[in-house]
């Protein structure tokens, strides 16, 4: 009979051994039972415990931050150790994985577990990365985010980030079924609701020992009685001015001569910062909020998610953003401080805030980390170290210009300049690109060489704003960003023919190379919109590009082929894997048929396609819900595909 013994108590020392329990089951069902024990004095059978109880020196730099793995294990049992409780977890999923478990999709229908006796196991890694992980978006239902919380642990990532106070937004996309009420009646829930499922996140977060971060946009909202949320539907958002009192208009943002809420929005709505009172009031709504969340080990602070609608007035015009922020966090560390909280306070780097302070310092700067957000980049490149770092673009008032790949990381190095606390990525490849690349090939790797530039720009990891059910036609995509975030050395070709081979089974190569030949037809860089041989039709025109979109429909019908002799194999995980490349044939056919239309200035052709096909292929949603996100793929294959202007190239809010 097998022992495991844990030599702490913690909640997630706790799930560990549990789940060492039951996998350890699973590949020895007739091995008998499998007892856990608190038992710090164990000598024998499994031991779950700290590095330091085994002797095994840390080689980070803070235990509480740093994941480091220790693995030294017998048929009988042995040692698997972590440098803090999460990393102890960590540790149970890497013995089973070295033991031929694999974690390929969130839920039970994404684990292999082969049938086996244990072997011994030898490993030990500290993560390359500090920050490793995922923000909630897309269109979100509960069900999936939990598996998506429990499937991020297992690929050994330890950050999750809750944006909102409410996230009304991401549950409304899901639950009202927007681009597909055709097929699924709305059935949409209210704040309480998703108030009681965003403390059943943070719940099982903390199960798992993860570092959660609250919020990020929303506190100029808050602090005013402003609607916090962006809503779907834009003209949900509205506000009218006359509906406050004229003290409160009063510290709206001065632009244009007028203060009035952005586009009637106050989500993406600025103030006029250089007025004690709002910063005040702002800082007082932050406090607030950590004293009464002390669950929250960090809480981020943004201000609102418009652009170019800062205040123009006399005093505001004398500093950046970024200074008057400044002020803003220096008094809430102040304001913790005096309240003995330890929150750590998350900024951003993002739209306005771009551009580093010059006046300003932060004075506590061991209370801060701050998130590097290149929302405007492009897919197309990844910083190197031979990348031409070009002077940083001037800030202008409402009027700087948005910056590309190569100049956002100037603005970084411009912020490392005055900022010597951890910066990590806040990227968003799994926002909309997923469905950019049809065969995910093109995405993969760029995620990969983004995570192995993260050294070289100076910065402690990555954590992806995008939905959490980016798994169609496979989940490799985010398996390599999981994989290289904890080893930056990770090989890319053979992560993907260890994972295509778990998925697929015997015939996984040619699967690979139609997925692979789907890539190259749409072509990665075209469908990023820069390639456009005239954007003034749009950023897909190109009626060459029709020929090679074709090759898309030959992979469709060759998938469909290779479907018929394995749509029932070996292990559930392969049987999924394979129901999916039969879904997503048709997937690739509708969207081919789109770009094409795209590609000869057919635009109206291409958005009636688009509507037809998120009704059509609707159909499909609760079969593969978890794994394909069709309410934010249609949304995007509506309003990104159906640009028009090469002017609509830029995301942000305007």
């Known amino acids: 009979m097998l022992t495991i013994n844990k030599l702490h108590c ?52 803070k235990q509480e931050l740093d994941d480091e793995i220790y693995i030294e294990t017998d048929v009988n049992g042995g040692i698997i150790a972590g440098s803090n409780p999460r990393s102890v977890l960590f540790a149970v999923y890497r013995y089973l994985r070295e033991n031929g478990c694999r974690w390929l999709y969130p839920g039970i229908d994404g684990d292999y577990v082969p049938m086996q006796d244990i072997v011994p196991v030898s490993y030990h890694k500290l993560a390359d990365h500090r920050i490793r992980g995922f923000c909630d978006e897309g269109y979100t239902s509960q069900t999936t985010m939990l598996e998506a919380i429990d499937y991020y642990a297992k690929l050994e990532m330890n950050t999750l980030n809750l944006e909102f106070f409410i996230p009304m937004n991401y549950y409304t996309r899901y639950y009202s079924h927007y681009h597909n009420e055709e097929n699924r009646m709305p059935e949409p829930v209210d704040e309480k609701q998703v108030l009681q499922w965003r403390r059943q996140c943070e719940v099982e977060l903390a199960k798992r020992g993860f ?38 208009i009063d510290m709206l943002a001065l632009v244009k001569g007028k203060r009035k809420f952005f586009t009637g929005r106050p989500p993406y709505t600025q103030l006029c910062l250089s007025k004690p009172i709002v910063r005040t009031r702002i800082a007082d709504a932050f406090v607030d909020y950590a004293k009464n969340h002390q669950n929250y080990k960090r809480i981020a602070f943004s201000f609102s998610d418009g652009s170019r609608n800062y205040c123009e007035c006399e005093e505001c015009v004398k500093m950046r953003p970024s200074d008057w922020r400044n002020m803003i966090l220096n008094e809430i560390d102040e304001k913790l401080t005096e309240a003995g909280l330890d929150t750590q306070i998350g900024f951003s780097m993002y739209v306005d805030t771009l551009f580093a302070p010059q ?17 405007t980049r492009d897919y197309t490149t990844s910083i190197t170290e031979d990348t031409v770092v070009p002077e940083p673009l001037p800030y202008i008032v409402n009027g700087w210009k948005t910056p590309t790949t190569e100049e956002g990381y100037a603005l970084l190095k411009e912020w490392q300049k005055v900022f010597k606390g951890d910066i990590f990525c806040y990227d968003y490849h799994f926002w909309r690109n997923q469905y950019m690349d049809p065969g995910g090939y093109a995405l993969a790797k760029r995620i990969y060489e983004d995570v192995r530039s993260l050294k070289i720009m100076g910065l402690c990891g990555m954590v992806e704003d995008g939905s959490q059910r980016s798994y169609f036609p ?93 749509h029932v194999m070996p292990n559930r995980p392969q049987t999924v894997s394979w129901r999916l490349i039969n879904r997503y044939t048709e997937w690739l056919d509708w969207l081919a048929d789109i770009v094409k239309q795209k590609a000869v200035g057919n635009d109206w052709k291409a958005r009636e396609l688009s509507l037809q096909f998120a009704t059509d292929f609707g159909k499909y949603e609760i079969e593969m819900e978890r794994y394909y996100d069709h309410g934010l793929c249609a949304h995007h294959t509506t309003a990104f595909l159906c640009r028009t202007k090469a002017n609509a190239k830029k995301i942000i809010v305007e």
């Open 211 to 248: 570092r959660v971060t609250g919020i990020g946009h929303g506190w100029t909202s808050r602090a005013f009685g402003f609607k916090e949320n962006p809503d779907l539907d834009p003209s949900a958002e509205i506000q009218n001015e006359a509906d406050f009192p004229q003290e409160t």
């Open 10 to 61: 913690d909640s997630a020392i706790d799930h560990a051994a549990l789940e060492l329990k039951k996998y350890l089951r699973m590949m020895m069902p007739e091995a008998g039972e499998v007892e856990i024990f608190y038992n710090p004095e164990a000598k024998d059978g499994f031991r779950l415990g700290f590095l330091e109880d085994f002797g095994v020196p840390f080689t980070g730099e």
């Open 359 to 375: 006046h300003i310092k932060l004075n506590n700067p061991d209370r801060f980390v701050m998130s590097y957000c290149p929302i």
């Open 474 to 566: 496979n989940g490799f995509p985010v398996y390599i960003y999981a994989e290289t975030l904890m080893n930056r050395d990770a090989d890319f070709e053979a992560v993907r023919a260890d994972y295509f081979e778990h998925i697929y089974g015997q015939d996984w190569q040619k699967v690979d190379t139609l997925l692979r030949d789907a890539s190259n037809a749409f072509d990665f860089a075209y469908m990023e919109g820069v390639r456009s041989i005239d954007e003034d039709v749009s950023l897909y025109y190109d009626p060459k590009r029709v020929a090679r979109l074709n090759a898309a429909h030959d992979v469709a019908s060759r998938l469909r082929f290779l479907f018929k002799t394995h």
